[in-house]
């Protein structure tokens, strides 16, 4: 099993970027894939997630309307579109896969994790 994230970076306040988080070695369809992030000094907290098995996509409220969470099928991939990037949202973001979530915000429900990436916006 592997998750591999990819697309972080510094951007500047207000500017956009697109996450993807890999998947592969179990079966994408059936889990919902999550995305948390973890900024210094504080607890990881989830961010988005989108079951798989249904198409139903979740949202922290203060992403609402600025962060996209989407499947590729075709490609084992999640996508997070991030837009209006605020400094608040610096962190390192995790891709994690879980089979049966039933409560997104909570971590132990992920069977899997990728390893992080650093995405830092300055203001």
């Known amino acids: 099993v592997q998750l591999v994230e990819s697309g972080g970076g510094l951007v500047q306040a207000g500017e956009s970027l697109r996450l993807s988080c890999a998947a592969s070695?179990?079966?994408?369809?059936?889990?919902?894939i999550g995305w948390y992030r973890q900024a210094p000094g504080k607890e990881r907290e989830g961010v988005s997630c989108i079951n798989n098995s249904d198409g139903k996509s979740y949202y922290k409220g203060s992403v609402k309307g600025r962060f996209t969470i989407s499947s590729d099928y075709a490609k084992n991939t999640v996508y997070l579109q991030m837009n209006s990037l605020k400094p608040e949202d610096t962190a390192v973001y995790y891709c994690g896969a879980g089979w049966g979530v039933l409560s997104w915000t909570t971590e132990r429900e992920y069977d899997y994790w990728g390893q992080g990436i650093q995405v830092t916006v300055s203001s």
């Open positions: 070695g179990f079966a994408f369809g059936d889990f919902s």
